[in-house]
């Protein structure tokens, strides 16, 4: 059941990443194009990494572990009693860990898709830049 919500994610995730790489391969990008891409995608690992293995958060009574998909969660009844770790699947948690992952890379990526796409995009409107008049 979990992996009808991990799997969108990490499908997203993922063409996310790759639709970047392909975006900026086809285009006429030079290498400081490439050179943001590579220094994003690893802040955006970096970030992935710290995500999944480090962030921790308290939601009601539950204590979740990972982000956007929690890859460990504990409960307890009274703000008082210690924290009762449930135990997940392994698949889960690796799938888990494997969105995260590719969550964050795709977020630092966001920027350079954003940037690439005004890059494209600009001068391209015919009432902004009008053909020159050329009579016959």
């Not at 639709?19 to 220094?39: E, H, M, N, Q, Y």
């Amino acid at each position: 059941m979990g992996f009808l919500i991990i799997l969108p994610f990490t499908a997203l995730a993922g063409w996310s990443i790759f639709s970047i790489f392909r975006w900026l391969r086809r285009g006429v990008f030079d290498a400081k194009w490439w050179r943001a891409f590579t220094f994003l995608g690893l802040a955006g690992f970096a970030l992935g990494i710290w995500a999944t293995f480090f962030l921790e958060y308290k939601v009601a009574n539950a204590h979740l572990e990972g982000f956007p998909i929690p890859i460990g969660i504990a409960n307890r009844e009274k703000p008082g009693e210690p924290w009762i770790k449930s135990a997940m699947p392994v698949s889960i948690r690796f799938g888990g860990a494997a969105t995260d992952l590719l969550s964050g890379v795709a977020l630092c990526l966001a920027p350079i898709a954003v940037a690439a796409f005004f890059k494209e995009h600009r001068g391209k409107d015919p009432q902004l830049n009008p053909r020159p008049h050329n009579p016959p």
